[in-house]
């Protein structure tokens, strides 16, 4: 394929390239753009202009260094095998060919998308928003030759995006809603997504019909449909094998795919649990269920979150402990439309060990949420400290706070050791980690014999939030 037209090189060389803000010439969409998407459509073959490329709003030679802008993407294709199933799966590879532009990073997806170009980049001449959509064409095209025709439309004028976001969120809310069907034990088959593997070398989306992908872009049905016409693609099939436990949802034929695509480094994965052997998270998840141990309880947080949650830490701070293609205990990727589903961490206690979440996420999802917990829920509005978020849930009787008598009865038994120079065995293995979030050492113990005089048993924190 020649892009010789085309001012800087394409490849999968530069998939998985970082652009720092010290780097950057523009910025598109992105966490301080409230509007900005990436829709495709299916079309009838006489309703687009095969190859048009159509910029609506300043192009990159108009845009200022180091400025930010609303944005938009709008694929439109047709062709004979080209059905609405599509649309996800070819939404999804808007992600990865961006990324194969030298100088462009595209992170995340739908109404979420940030990407960002580099001054190096532009400074060779990439320039104009034309440039980006001759790549995307030929890509689509040589890629998935169920393309027939395909028009590229950029949006960067503000009133424009405004125009198309609800169309954008209408397509993407009725997606979801049919894909609210089926349950994970009607199919044999689930579906990987090796996507964002070049920014997360070890990780893989399981996409179950309960468990959308960690980017709310893929459904079983998207994953189903991308299989069928690419099966050698980033989409394909995973048998479930035989079902180790349903209710945590390990199965050998997961367990064997992440295997594969993990090289060895995640062998078995519980696709309903933030804590035992969770999956994996890429980075381009949508939110994050993270610990709260000061009350046994997730707390929720999604990416257009503004500042920092009831832990003191904000969303990007969190990321970073979460992505990577790591198993990461405590700290996990999720999609908001796997909130909707009665899978929803199941294993951790689904929604009555849930503590905290933004009002915004709240209203999306609270029809989903067990009627008897809705209002035991707090968000940014009710309280914002771990002190009030411990008087809250007293107040309101959420069920985590039956979890603390259980652990204070547990300390009591543990910290009553005697004192008379008796040892504390530790049969088999132990784990300790010693560190914060984002990094520690951990330590194993093993078949261990422990003296003290006196084992005392006690919560750090004051229970507020740090200033």
Known sequence: MSFEDIPVDVGVVYEGERVRGKDMYVELGGPKMEQKFELALAREMGDIEDEKVTVIGPDLKDMEEGSYHPFGILIEVAGKEIEPDLEGVIERRIHEYVNFVEGMMHLNQRYDIWIRLNKRSFEKGFNTFEFLGKVLVRLFKSEMNIIEKIQVTFFTDPEKIAERYDEAINRYNERDARARGLSDPDVDTFYGCSLCQSFAPTHICVITPQRYANCGAISWFDGRAAARVDPKGPLYAISKGDT??????????????????????????????????????????????????????????????????????????????????????????????????????????????????????KQRIYEFMPEDIRDKIPTENDVMTIGDLKTFLKEKNHPVVERWVEIEEDETALAEVSDTGDYVSVPGEMTAMVGGIGGGLEIIFKNAKIYAEKVIIRKTGKGGKKK
């Open 244 to 361: 180790i436990d349903e209710f945590s949802g390990e199965y050998t034929g997961v367990n064997q795919i992440s295997a594969e695509k993990s090289l060895g480094k995640v062998t078995s994965v519980a696709l309903y649990s933030a804590f035992d052997k969770p999956h994996t998270s890429c980075g381009c998840f949508e939110a994050i269920a993270f610990v709260i141990p000061e009350v046994d309880g997730l707390g929720v947080v999604h990416r257009d979150f503004k500042g920092e949650t009831v832990n003191g830490l904000p969303f990007s701070s969190m990321a970073d402990s979460t992505a990577g293609g790591r198993q990461v205990p405590g700290f996990h990727g999720l999609s908001i439309e796997y909130m909707r589903s009665p899978r929803f961490l199941q294993v951790d206690g689904g929604y009555d060990r849930v503590v905290w979440m933004p009002d915004s996420v």
